[in-house]
């Protein structure tokens, strides 16, 4: 009713009839009216009609005043309903009893009607003010909130991009004398780790960088989050030296003891111009981040301009891998492995090229690594070895035999439960049994997960395949602990033993004792690199028999492997 001419409700609380409407007559022009006998009744209109304000005898039966007036303000639903007393003369010390209990004001009878409107409206004006006053704090909170959230990232407490790069300027600006320099790392492979971990294992170790960079940027610079996996500081170029940055990450990192090896690597710039944009600075810390990426030799680099052509070429080949492969740009060759002994080729090994449409031929050098980086390396393999297999199929649908053809498997394979699963089905799809395809992984591969490869090493050779390990003593890793932990059937040794000229001997002499072990150990050996009529003559002296390289035959097409086959299967 009066509600709806947008007037106050006043609840009156009286026991005297007459002093209630008395009351209702002074105020019915300000308020909208709503009576009471008592407390106990007041509480109960309360609670179906709410008020605005509240005036209030202290003096009646069943539930008093000042019981009312505590009961309410115990109450969070009605706290905050401003509270008038209303005493006589004649009550001593309830006026101070009434503020005490959280009324607002008292007015004392005789009422002068104006003058006590005017108190009651100052009243509920000072209820209305403190509560502008409380809403203006939570909306100041709410903003200081957000601000926060801007301004740092959540996750890891680390300022966000915007934020790091205007403090950033900042800081650098009013250096004077101080050289910075800025700092961008990137965690290897996080996208798999989260793939094969999940969320929660990735946002420990995100946490965990974050808590580990704030301690260094600690009264000295900047810590900031950017992506996903990229972090970045700004400090002073003297303060502390890149490979401890790194050292230390990898410390704190390798405590929680995840089952995955995770590499940190980092791009530095040392700021020679204070007067370009922290963007920018970090955009080359970027470059010479991306120009180590990946590497088993480095971890960090300083940017220089000649990494610009670099990094172009490999956002060209990240740009255009995925259509690349759906689109058939590439295809395995096959180069022969050749035996001294017998005079013809024993097996082969599937390499992967990509033609691409204008740049023609790009060599697995310029792609390999950044793939892995990516996880693309993942479907690479897959389709190098179904490529194989359908290799295989058509060579024994013609000639009926084929010579075992051996395929690349990345470190990022053996996180793949399903990795033997997905042989067995390659195998049953093209009628193939494990013996055709045999298995090459390389040293570093073991090195970044010992315990999980021969696990997996295990499971394979179980069900039939061989494996090998490419490129043995080119690796990171001791490669006899490799031979001592890993059942494998054989090595690919390194091309390096097979390059320069032999001067002294003692690559000869290490040679022919890694030939020697090998058949001690029961396994085949072959060696990789091989051009030249004097290296093979090197290795028939060692007194190896399997051999890889140009000098016999360069990889070649799959038409033209099947021809060459054709021609090793007339052969008496």
Known sequence: MERQEKKAAMLIVDDQETDRSVLAQIFKDAFAIFEAVNGQAALCLLEKCGADVILLDTMMPVMDGFEFLGAIRRDERFADIPVVMITSREESGSEVRAIELGALDC?????????????????????ENEWRKIEQAAQLRQIEEMRQKIERDPLT???????????????????????????????????????????EMGDLVLRTVGAYLRHVASGLGLAGRFTAD???????????????????????????SIPHHIQFYAGVYQVADPTISVEQMCGYANMAL??????????????????????????????????????????????PVRSLTQGRDVAGEALVR????????????RFLALFERSGFIRRLDRFACEEACKLLRRILDEFGRALPLSVNISRLDFYDEDLVGFFLGLMEKYCLTPDHLWLELTENTYAANPRQVVAVVRRLRDVGFRVFVDGFGSGQTSSLNLLRNMPVDGIKIAASFMEGEESDGRRQTILQNLL?????????????????????????????DLVQGYYFAPPLSEDDYVARSRGEASRP
């Open 107 to 127: 007015l004392v009878r005789p009422l002068h009607p104006a003058v006590a409107v005017r108190r009651v409206q100052n009243v509920m004006a000072r209820a």
């Open 157 to 199: 407490g680390l300022y966000g991009r915007e934020s790091f790069c205007r403090r950033a300027a900042e800081l650098i600006r009013q250096a004077g004398d101080i050289r910075y320099a800025v700092f961008c790392f990137d965690i290897s492979f996080f996208k798999v780790l989260n793939d094969l971990f999940g969320m």
């Open 230 to 256: 990229r972090f970045v500081l700004a400090l002073p170029e003297a303060a502390v030296g890149i490979e401890i940055i790194l050292q230390g990450l990898d410390d704190a990192v390798a405590a929680l």
């Open 290 to 335: 991306a120009s180590v990426k990946g590497s088993q030799q480095r971890q960090s680099a300083v940017y220089d301009e000649a990494m610009q052509e670099k990094i172009r070429e490999e956002q060209m080949l990240r740009r255009e891998m995925d259509y690349a492969l759906e689109s058939g740009q590439f295809s395995i060759f096959i180069q």
């Open 354 to 365: 990509w033609f691409h449409p204008v740049r023609q031929m790009i060599v697995p050098d």
């Open 516 to 544: 020697t072990m090998a058949r001690d150990l029961h396994m085949i050996a072959a060696v990789k690199g091989v051009e030249r009529e004097d290296e093979v003559a090197r290795l028939r002296a060692a007194g190896g």
